[in-house]
Structures are given as structure tokens and as C-alpha cells.
């Protein structure tokens, strides 16, 4: 069965600072998506970033960053130089061949961002 | 801004309404999503269709019917709802990959939702 653990259900973090938000999951599939989306109080789920497990680097986009290490089954997401915009509920999922077309979510992370 | 578009914002219904949740996108998707999500949880799926065809019902009940009249729209026909049916609802959307290598690659890229509340 697959599994996201999402462990930190509050952050808070100053602005300006990095902030990391951890991802494990758990699969036996060689072949999986890890994606990461952040969804503000408005409602919206917005994608992020994706990571293939069998990308070899680390995927990044603008300031957020991906810390992939497939041996310890971890998929964590760093936030650089947090904008009080950042403040919202982040949730990581998994995407491999037997889920079908369905995404596992974890149970999410709050994130806020302190002037 | 997305571009998978969810009418109306909030919806206000009493048990024995019938109401419907609208989706469009334009991405040339051709799987299209139903979630559910309460409050401070992640989201549930619903349904999926592919191809505009249903492809996932994940034992949602009778009251919630989903329909596909094109490979834009995605609807979500309400009838009999209980206030435990009061969520956010997203709707979202994903190209659909023939090679395996993309398949779990394909992002699914989510609306803004549909705020219900059963009275």
C-alpha cells in the first residue's frame, strides 16, 4: 500500500528565511511522482513541484527546491527567502502504478510566515 | 491565475435542493477529477473520468452524480444532501499518457473549488 506521512502539522518560520517541510512515503514501486502543492484559505490546491523517481536531480522551481533521497523515501520541500504569501496549508503526494489515477495526499502542513 | 475553472464559489443548499457544480478547463486535458475536502483534512477523491468516461467512482453515494458532456466540462449533479456533505469541492484535470514513464508524471492541476454548505 502506499503512504505519505506528513509529520509537522504546524510550521512557523520569519520572513525572509528558508523554511524545510518534510515528506516521507512509503512504496515498493521502482516507478512513482512525488508532487508537492500549497493551498492558501482561499481554497485553491496549487501545484508546486514534481519530482519522477528516477530524476536524478533535484527538482527545483523559483524558490522552492525539492530534497529528494529515494533511499530514505523522503521528498522534502524548501521554501527560500519566505514572503508572507508563503503562509498557507502545504501538502505533499505520490502518484506510482497502482495507485491508477489517483494521488495519495499527506495529512498536511500549516505553514506560517512571521513578519 | 488556473485554468481550471469551478462555478459557482459558494453554493448554499437545503437537503432537499438539487444544485450542481459546474468545471471547465481548457488544456486539452482528457481526465478530469472530483474531490472532497473538510476542513483541515487533505483531499478525497470522488470520481475520475478518462476520456469522458467514468473510471474511478470511489463509493461516493447516489446523492452526488457526476457527469462528462465533453471533454471540457465536468458537472456534479447534488440532490438529498446531508450537512455532513458540506466541503470544499475541487475539481482538477491531468493529460492522461499512454508511456509509463509519464504516466505518474502527469501533474493534476486543481480549481479554485466550490464551497458547499447543506443546510
Known amino acids: 500500500a502506499q503512504k505519505i506521512t506528513q509529520t509537522q502539522p504546524g510550521m512557523f518560520v520569519q520572513e525572509k528565511e528558508a523554511v524545510t517541510l518534510d515528506c516521507t512515503y512509503d512504496?515498493?514501486?521502482?516507478?512513482?511522482?512525488l508532487f508537492w502543492y500549497k493551498q492558501p484559505s482561499s481554497g485553491e490546491m496549487i501545484f508546486l513541484i514534481y519530482q519522477g523517481s528516477y530524476d536524478q536531480q533535484n527538482a527545483t522551481e523559483g524558490r522552492y527546491s525539492l530534497n529528494f533521497q529515494k533511499a530514505r523515501k523522503s521528498a522534502n520541500l524548501v521554501i527560500s527567502a519566505s514572503q508572507l504569501g508563503d503562509s498557507a496549508m502545504y501538502f505533499c503526494?505520490?502518484?506510482?502504478?497502482?495507485?491508477?489515477?489517483?494521488?495519495?495526499f499527506g495529512t498536511g502542513t500549516s505553514l506560517t510566515v512571521i513578519p | 491565475d488556473t485554468e481550471v475553472t469551478q462555478t459557482p464559489k459558494h453554493l448554499v443548499m437545503g437537503m432537499t435542493n438539487k444544485k450542481s457544480l459546474k468545471c471547465e478547463q481548457h488544456m486539452g486535458h482528457r481526465a478530469m477529477y472530483w474531490y472532497k475536502q473538510k476542513a483541515k483534512k487533505p483531499p478525497e477523491l470522488m470520481f475520475v473520468?478518462?476520456?469522458?468516461?467514468?473510471?474511478i467512482n470511489e463509493s461516493v453515494p447516489s446523492r452526488f452524480s457526476p457527469e462528462c458532456p465533453n471533454s471540457s466540462l465536468l458537472n456534479l449533479h447534488l440532490h438529498a444532501l446531508q450537512p455532513e456533505d458540506s466541503a470544499l469541492y475541487l475539481c482538477?484535470?491531468?493529460?492522461?499518457?499512454?508511456?509509463?514513464?509519464?504516466?505518474?508524471?502527469?501533474?493534476?492541476?486543481f480549481g479554485e473549488g466550490s464551497w458547499l454548505t447543506v443546510v
Open positions: 473520468y478518462s476520456y469522458e468516461k467514468l473510471s
Open positions: 482538477a484535470s491531468s493529460q492522461v499518457s499512454q508511456a509509463l514513464e509519464l504516466y505518474y508524471g502527469n501533474t493534476i492541476y
Open positions: 512504496t515498493s514501486d521502482p516507478s512513482y511522482g
Open positions: 503526494a505520490m502518484r506510482g502504478p497502482n495507485t491508477g489515477n489517483q494521488f495519495y
